[in-house]
């Protein structure tokens, strides 16, 4: 009887090192899904807080100021934390037309509500993805827009 020659190779550690690999792109992932999750419920409060605003914009005798603090108020209901600082900026343009058919058109308003986005966990990998050292380096300029046709 002969032996064989080859002895079996201890596979001891290789789960830990295959996990050592995986964790950090699994961890990744997921804080991804988190941070895009976080970004798109800003968009959506953006959204609804522009067509908020272009609620109030249509109806007679109501000015800008009036407009421009429903828009601050439904932004901080929403809880977005600069919903009153000065980087958010409300553009209303009441002077826009919108088709209403057969060739018609009516006057309308338009809120503009652009919010710089910041992420929290993913910005120092964007800083490294991009090469940027400056704190604003991951801002995402969000905008929404809503027009409605002037009440009169």
């Known amino acids: 009887m002969s032996r064989p020659s080859r ?14 690999f995986a964790l ?5 992932v997921c804080v991804g ?3 895009f999750g976080r970004a798109y419920q800003t968009w959506q409060v953006l959204t609804n807080a522009a067509r908020e605003g272009a609620r109030i914009a249509v ?8 407009v421009r603090t429903r828009v601050r108020e439904y932004m901080a209901i929403g809880q977005l934390p600069k919903a009153n600082d000065a980087v958010v900026t409300i553009d209303i343009d ?3 037309t919108v088709s209403i058919g057969s060739g018609n058109t009516a006057s309308a308003s338009r809120v503009n509500v652009n919010y710089p986005f910041d992420f929290v966990v993913l910005d120092p990998i964007a800083r490294l993805a991009t090469g940027r ?3 604003n380096s991951s801002t995402l300029n969000m905008v929404a827009s809503a027009t409605m046709r002037n009440e009169s």
């Open 7 to 20: 002895r079996r190779h201890s596979e001891r550690g290789a789960a830990l090192l295959e996990m050592a």
């Open 24 to 28: 950090p792109l699994l961890l990744l």
């Open 33 to 35: 899904i988190l941070e």
């Open 59 to 66: 109806l007679p005798g109501m000015d800008d100021t009036a």
């Open 94 to 96: 009441r002077t826009r």
């Open 133 to 135: 050292t400056t704190a």
